[in-house]
Each structure stands twice: as C-alpha cells, then as structure tokens.
C-alpha cells in the first residue's frame, strides 16, 4: 500500500530545524493534487466542488503575499510529464523551488496566523507531497 506525506514528521522536521539557520535555503516541493478537495466540515470552502488543483491555487493566493513578505520568491517551477527515474506510481502534478534568504524567514511564514489559515487550503488539495530543503549551489554550465 502506497504511504502518502502532506505534513513533515516530528523527526524530519527537527532535522530541518537543527540544520543552519542563516543561510539561503531552497524547497523543492513536488505535489499531486486529490481530484476533490477535501475541506474539514464547517470551513467555508467545504462542500464547493473544487478540485484538488483548485484548492491549492487558493492556497497559493491566500498564503502568495505572506511568502513574498518573509523574501521568498519561486526560483523554478514545472508541470510533470513523466518519471524517467523512480517509482512508476508518483505522477506529481506539479513542482517548483522556493528560495528563502534563510529559515528564519520560513519559520516566520509558518508561524504567520494568517498563512495558518491559509495552509487548509494545501491540506485540503494535496493527497501526496514531498518538500525538500536543499543548500543551493551554482548553477550553469556541466554536472561536475
């Protein structure tokens, strides 16, 4: 049976806390959206009809300014196409990269009681995640 993530586990979490926190950071972030979403009973959103795709587009909205706020800007992002390498049964739907000048700024966007809010709307669109930090590097030229 396929294991499916939408929030970090207390461990990875503290693995990402206990990494540097004064340096830029970038998240690759690789989501597949539910056909439905699926809203708790009594949010405004239940019971609309919307799409999983729709639900993080809401998301993206509601939480867009707060992530502008803390310096986070989107550095690459992607429709999936197909897996070339890796199980055959993850067909993300779509990817991208966060950059954030530290996770100082990430912390803050988390912590903000208005992206609180907003962060329904990603649990309510995704039936499967992965959220990735990685140290960004140089880019151009060749692999080595």
């Known amino acids: ?6 929030d970090p586990s207390a461990e990875n979490f503290q693995a990402f806390k206990d990494l540097p926190r004064n340096e830029p950071i970038h998240m690759l972030n690789l989501l597949r959206f539910r056909e439905h979403a699926e809203y708790p009973e009594g ?3 239940h019971g609309n009809g919307w799409s999983g795709q729709r639900a993080y587009r809401e998301y993206g909205k509601t939480s867009g300014p707060i992530f502008a706020g803390v310096g986070g800007t989107i550095v690459w ?17 779509d990817g991208f990269v966060a950059q954030y000048p530290n996770s100082g700024a990430f912390f ?7 992206y609180q809010k907003a962060v329904v709307n990603r649990t309510a669109a995704l039936i499967d995640s992965r959220l990735m930090r990685f140290k960004p590097g140089q880019s151009g030229g060749g692999f080595g």
């Open 77 to 93: 992002r992607g429709s999936f196409q197909t897996m070339v390498t890796g199980p055959d049964d993850k067909d993300w739907h």
């Open 43 to 45: 949010h405004e959103h």
């Open 1 to 6: 049976m396929a294991k499916y993530y939408i």
């Open 108 to 114: 803050e966007m988390i912590k903000n009681p208005d």
